[in-house]
């Protein structure tokens, strides 16, 4: 059965780090590439970062450009967000996609659960 299990969120003051983790099993992993996604409270889901199958390419959304850092780990089927110079609006349920479509619109193979980043100001 495949999964994506997200980890690493929480509270964070503003100018904080945090690393989130996905954690991809039932599928082969780095066959595809990989990206995440946030949601905050009335709004839609958004890109926020996509890494290549490996990891040689990278491509991340203007609003978290030089802040963020994909990565990831094939040998251990996990892929990362490091965030740094947190602020109040990067408040959002972090998802995890496998093979995402698209950056102008929510579209991926298969979601993980999301993981709740919030950053107080």
């Known amino acids: 059965q495949e999964q994506l299990v997200e980890s690493g969120g929480g509270l964070v003051q503003s100018g904080g780090s945090l690393r989130l983790s996905c954690v991809a099993s039932?599928?082969?992993?780095?066959?595809?590439?990989m990206g995440w996604f946030r949601q905050a409270p009335g709004k839609e889901r958004e890109f926020v970062a996509v890494i290549s199958w490996s990891g040689e390419s990278t491509y991340y959304a203007e609003s978290v450009k030089g802040r963020f850092t994909i990565s990831r780990d094939n040998a251990k089927n996990t892929v990362y967000l490091e965030m740094n110079s947190l602020k109040p609006e990067d408040t959002s349920v972090y998802y995890c996609?496998?093979?995402?479509?698209?950056?102008?619109?929510?579209?991926?193979?298969?979601w993980g659960q999301g993981t709740q980043v919030t950053v107080s100001s």
């Open positions: 996609a496998k093979d995402p479509r698209a950056t102008s619109y929510p579209s991926a193979a298969f």
């Open positions: 039932g599928r082969p992993f780095s066959h595809f590439s």
